[in-house]
Structures are given as C-alpha cells and as structure tokens.
C-alpha cells in the first residue's frame, strides 16, 4: 500500500517533464524568424547638393524609413555630379541600380520605384516554392548586368534666327542631335542659310544665295543657378554656298563647297524640365579663309564669316 503513491506520483513527474520540453520547442519553432530583416541605410544628401535637392531628399528620407525594412535594399543614397542628380541603390548581395533624377520632385516616385524593383516577393513558409518564368531564369543564367554609372542622356533641338556677316544677312533654321554624356556633349548640328540679303541699300540687280552646312560638335554643359544651365563648344562643318543673278538671260549662277570651324555659347532654362527653352549666340569663318566669287562681277560676294544668333527648344530624346 505504501509504494502506489511513489509509482502514481513518478509517473505525473514524468508526464509533466514531457509536456514542458514539447512547450518549449513548440515555442521556439515559432518564435525562430525566418530571416533577419535589416533596415534600409538612407545616407543623407552630399555636401554639393542645392539646397532645393537636400530638402526634397530629407523630406524623402521620411517617408521612406519605415517602408524600407522589407527591402532588399543595403543602402541608397542621392549624388550630384558635375550638376546633374541621381538616386544610387546598392542590394545586400552587391547589385548596384542608378537612376538620372532630372527634377526635385522626381526623387520620390524614382526611390520608390528602385525599392520595389530591387524587393523580391514575400513567400509564406507554408507556400510552394515559385517557378522563375523562362525570361528570368535566362536572365539569371547569363553573365551579371554591368551596373550604370555614367549618366548619358539623348537631346533633340531646333532654333531660328538671324546669320549677319560681310554687309549680308539670312534668316537660319537650326536642327541639332546630341549625347550628353556627364558635362559633356557631343552632337551633330544642321543649319539651313535660308535667303541672303544686303544690309545696305545698293544698286546691285536681282540676285538670291543661301547656304547648307551641316557637321559635328562638341562642347560641355554646366549649370549655372537651380534653373540655369550654360553650354558652349566648337563646331566642325562642311558647308555648301549658292549665289544666282536673275537680270541676264541666262541667268548665271555660283555654287561652292567648303569647310566652316566655329564656336558657341548659349544658355538653357529651365534646366529640369524636359522641354526647355535655348538661345545660342555662335562665331564661324571658312576654312579657306576667302570670299566664294560672286555668279557676276556687278554682285556682292557670300561672306566668309557669320555670327549667328537663334532662340529655339530642345528636349530629352528616346
């Protein structure tokens, strides 16, 4: 009769002792996370940002902090260089996105953007694992994306103006396409001499000229304030004259191909829209240095020179 209470009691000992470890690793199963999530580092805006920039990155800063926990994003941060801004985004396994951020307001819709592209779906524990689409894994299979780092953008622009030079003036319609590759640009340039007239009230009888020329330039773009960006370069062309008399029969003419080396300087506003307005203000001279001959001896030569002042716009390219 004396032993059943030892044996009663060994057994619940025992029954509790069971009960305890299988509370105590239920537990930590479910408390085990899946993996540490760390936050996002949001570096603040660089020494050379404007002040226009800094604000709109801080006000950023914010409101990205709590949303960037999840992300598989290591750090992101704003950059300026040489006047143009952009977002850089560095992943925890090393993968490395830059964005061109061409106004204030752009940073937060282009951050966004850089977090949701970077983050990789959750997947619940319980669900099956999903199957990368025949793109991705092709993707995947294939060597590593060289990240960005040089901004480069593509401009289109036209203009009119005025071209004076040698006692003759011409209305001029410029055309342009360049690439803007950090500060500097690199395009080719079109300009369409349109009439040529005198300045001067002569005696000369009817004549027309005009003139083609069309060739490459290079120069650089530097902002000047927030809204104001300088550009300036030399231009290297080929040029095509023409000159007709029109009081003899027949009417003779003159045509002649040469080279043109020039420079230029304009300014473009406002600096972060994607239409802006340009005026370009420009210097050339012929290579040969001489005046073409005129179609008569009794008609003004075409110039050798010209200045040229044109207002027009220019945008972003595809």
């Known amino acids: 009769m004396t032993r059943r209470p030892n ?14 470890v299988a ?97 990789p779906p959750v997947v619940s524990r319980d669900d099956p694992p999903a199957q990368p689409s025949p793109t991705i894994a092709a993707q995947d299979a294939g060597p590593p994306q060289k990240p960005t780092t040089l901004l480069s953008r593509i401009l289109l622009g036209g203009s009119a103006g005025a071209r004076v030079g040698g006692g003759l003036a011409t209305p001029v319609i410029d055309v342009s396409a360049s690439l803007v590759s950090s500060a500097w640009e690199f395009g080719i340039v079109g300009q369409w001499e349109v009439a040529y007239a005198s300045l001067a009230k002569d005696n000369s009888p009817p004549w027309s000229g005009s003139g083609v020329a069309a060739g490459i330039a290079v120069g650089r773009r530097q902002p000047l304030w927030s809204q104001i960006e300088i550009v300036g370069g030399v231009t290297l062309q080929g040029v095509v004259l023409h000159q007709e008399m029109h009081h003899k029969k027949p009417e003779q003419w003159m045509m002649r191909a040469d080279g043109r080396i020039g420079a230029y300087a304009g300014a473009v506003v406002p600096r972060g829209s994607p239409v802006r307005i340009r005026m370009d203000f420009g210097l050339d001279r012929l290579l040969s240095g001489s005046q073409p001959p005129p179609a008569s001896p009794d008609l003004p030569s075409l110039p050798s020179w010209g200045a040229t002042v044109a207002l027009g716009v220019e945008a972003n390219g595809p």
């Not at 999840?70 to 977002?87: P, Y």
Request: proline letters at 6%; a positive charge; one cysteine or more.
């Open 7 to 20: 044996v009663q009691r060994s057994r619940h000992s025992r029954a509790r002792g069971r009960w305890w």
């Open 23 to 119: 509370t105590l690793a239920l537990a930590l199963t479910r408390s085990a996370p899946v993996e540490a999530q760390l936050p996002c580092t949001i570096r603040p805006p660089p020494a050379n940002a404007e002040s226009a920039w800094a604000n709109a990155w801080r006000d950023v800063s914010h409101q990205l902090e709590g949303a960037s926990a999840s992300s598989a994003c290591a750090v992101i941060e704003l950059t300026v260089r040489d006047g143009h801004a952009a977002l850089v985004l560095t992943t925890r396994d090393g993968k490395r996105g830059v964005r061109e951020v061409s106004a204030p307001f752009e940073l937060q819709p282009t951050a966004e953007a850089m977090l949701v592209t970077f983050n």
